[in-house]
């Protein structure tokens, strides 16, 4: 969402890496560690030392980290976005966003001076990386040309298929097989489990830039504590899809229309789709020009009676997620307390949103 802003208003996006992040964090508690083997003092095997500064490994180090960048960059004039912890906003004259991944991290801004003051602040503070314009960052990669950014993951897409052997498979067009449902008991023939979990993992992180993998990853995604052959089959069916289009990518267009700004959600449900707990599958995305940045396929939590009941249920986990996105875009000043737009596809559903019983 935040490249999405980002590429909407034109602004620049660079990387930045601190190095040896750990050992920037400062313990606020007295830790000792025993000398290491190899290097004890001789004469002196059983003293130990007392730590000034976080190492890795210890478990404060990580939250000690936290606290010593958070610490700076609040002095640098940056606001913690209450509903993303991960950003971080200074809105001034000009505009400037941190996106921080626990040493990773993504400066984005609409004043080059700006962020280029910023950038030696932080150098002067830590040892740093500059890595330049945002190409490649925790395995998406990021193409800029002039008409807008495309953000994909065909490295990563490939490594999964070298790593299963199905790079040199035939690819295919559809998803899932619509006339197979999976279920816990479909045969008897277990498979190694370690092998299927590890499938189901790499493909939930490709999930990040491929909305369109999102339902049959989330379907195969239930059956990991005993899964058969059937599922995974399903699985490396999925992998087939992935070499067909591993090549693709989401573009999001610069300096676009003001009615292709809109912000605009979708939902819609497969009604007990599944075929041991009888629980709908509910699936969401939300696009701004036609490209999406926010995306989910999950199980309800409850059993639906009727069709219209599920459709309800599915329309108020996307009201949910259009909230946060909403409440996110005004604290980075980027909406006015602008009203999303959801698209339902069942007309009892909306009835039933508009017209709630009340006593």
Known sequence: MI????????????????????LNGELEEEVYVSQPPGFEIKG?????YKLDKALYGLKQAPRAWNKKIDRFLVQQGFAKCVNEHGIYCRNTTNKLIICLYVDDMITIGSNDA????????????????????????LGIEFEMNSQGVII????YALDILKRFKMLNCKPIS??????????????????????????????????HTRPDIAYGVGLISRYMVKPINSHLIAAKRILRYVKGICNL????????????????????LDW???????????????????????????????????????EYIATSMTACQAQWINMLLIEMQQMENEKLELRVDIKSAIDLAKHTWKK
């Open 114 to 137: 700006e962020m280029e003051d910023f950038k030696k602040n932080m150098m002067n503070q830590f040892e740093m990386s500059y890595l330049g314009n945002l190409t490649y960052f």
């Open 272 to 310: 007990s789709g599944d075929k041991d707990d009888k629980k709908s599958t509910v699936v969401y995305g939300f696009v701004i020009g036609n490209a999406p940045f926010s995306w989910s396929s999950k199980k309800e939590l409850v059993i639906a009676l009727s069709s219209c009941e599920a």
């Open 44 to 48: 002196k095997e059983y003293y130990v």
């Open 3 to 22: 490249v999405a802003v980002a590429v909407k208003h034109n602004w620049s996006m660079y990387q930045l890496d601190v190095k040896s992040a750990f």
């Open 152 to 155: 994909h993951q065909r490295k």
């Open 174 to 207: 559809t998803l899932v097989n619509t006339g197979v449902k999976l279920s816990l008991v479909n045969d008897k023939k277990e498979i190694d489990p370690t092998l299927f979990k590890h499938i189901v993992g790499s493909l939930r992180y490709l999930c």
């Open 249 to 268: 990518g989401i573009r999001y267009y610069r300096n676009q229309k003001p009615v292709d700004q809109m912000i605009v959600g979708y939902s819609d």
